[in-house]
């Protein structure tokens, strides 16, 4: 791929730096992590599976956390809320990647959807297995969150299927269900390292019921969006 391709220059060599000045900062900065990816041999696959990397990284800490010392479980509870934004990051740049690198391939949607799906379930599902030993039913709600989140991409999936243009909004999309998390594992760091354990696993807790009551009325809202589109055909 050539480079000024991705810079947005005329490849024939003019180099429009009108337009990129008047670009929005954040496009700029965006197309200046592309051109860095791509010197790297970055490819938007790879990046669509390292965000499964990083939510096994958070699913894993989430689940270890409150067995361990405070000083331990404040680490690993900040590792945790770290690794969920960088699955969300690598979940925006593979299509950064995928469109200003012009490397879309035929199989993209499948690589661009099926990782974040995976990285869903690593993530509540290792939550609720972390709370288990203070709620009994810390693994259910885990299960919960997570196929109530998976529930949002299949409604939108199913939407795209009915041949109508793709809704990726709702009460908790999946910045959303990850930005809950994170925060709530920023604050589970904070009590447990003044001694509060349990107070943590409430907000953890707390946050995943959120989650999962936001991923269940976006799902229901998302379906009758769907068939009220249809029927209105």
Same mark, same amino acid.
């Given at each position: 791929?050539?480079?000024?391709?991705?810079?947005?220059?005329?490849?024939?060599? !003019?180099?429009?730096?009108?337009?990129?000045?008047?670009?929005?900062?954040?496009?700029?900065?965006?197309?200046?992590?592309?051109?860095?990816?791509?010197?790297?041999?970055?490819?938007?696959?790879? $990046?669509?599976?390292?965000?499964?990397? *990083?939510? =096994?990284?958070?699913? #894993?800490?989430?689940? $270890?956390?409150?067995?361990?010392?405070?000083?331990?479980? +404040? @680490? /690993?509870?900040?590792?945790?809320?770290?690794? =969920?934004?960088?699955? #969300?990051?690598?979940? &925006?740049?593979?299509?950064?990647?995928?469109?200003?690198?012009? /490397?879309?391939?035929?199989?993209?949607?499948?690589?661009?959807?099926?990782?974040?799906? +995976?990285?869903?379930?690593?993530? *509540?599902?290792?939550?609720?297995?972390?709370?288990?030993?203070? *709620?009994?039913?810390?693994?259910?709600?885990?299960?919960?969150?997570?196929?109530?989140?998976?529930?949002? +991409?299949?409604?939108?999936? $199913?939407?795209?299927?009915?041949?109508?243009?793709?809704?990726?909004?709702?009460?908790?999309?999946?910045?959303?269900? =990850?930005?809950? =998390?994170?925060?709530? !594992?920023?604050? @589970?760091?904070?009590?447990?390292?003044?001694?509060?354990?349990?107070? !943590?696993?409430?907000?953890?807790?707390?946050?995943?019921?959120?989650?999962?009551?936001?991923?269940?009325?976006?799902?229901?809202? &998302?379906?009758?969006?769907?068939?009220?589109?249809?029927?209105?055909?």
């Amino acid at each position: 791929m050539d480079k000024r391709a991705i810079e947005g220059q005329d490849p024939h060599g !003019a180099n429009d730096a009108g337009v990129d000045a008047a670009r929005p900062w954040r496009e700029r900065w965006s197309r200046a992590v592309v051109v860095w990816l791509r010197a790297r041999g970055a490819t938007p696959n790879r $990046l669509s599976w390292s965000s499964v990397v *990083f939510a =096994m990284v958070a699913g #894993l800490s989430l689940m $270890l956390a409150l067995r361990e010392p405070p000083a331990s479980a +404040a @680490a /690993l509870l900040v590792i945790a809320a770290v690794a =969920m934004q960088a699955r #969300l990051a690598s979940s &925006r740049l593979d299509g950064l990647l995928a469109t200003y690198a012009r /490397l879309r391939g035929r199989a993209g949607e499948v690589y661009n959807d099926a990782p974040d799906r +995976a990285a869903d379930a690593l993530v *509540f599902v290792g939550l609720g297995y972390g709370l288990a030993p203070t *709620f009994a039913w810390g693994v259910d709600l885990g299960w919960a969150a997570a196929l109530l989140a998976l529930s949002t +991409a299949y409604v939108r999936v $199913l939407g795209v299927a009915c041949g109508l243009p793709e809704r990726a909004d709702g009460l908790m999309p999946r910045r959303r269900r =990850m930005a809950v =998390m994170s925060v709530a !594992a920023l604050i @589970a760091a904070v009590l447990v390292g003044v001694g509060e354990t349990r107070l !943590a696993a409430w907000a953890l807790a707390v946050a995943t019921a959120l989650v999962a009551t936001g991923a269940a009325v976006t799902a229901a809202l &998302r379906l009758r969006a769907i068939v009220h589109r249809l029927e209105a055909r």
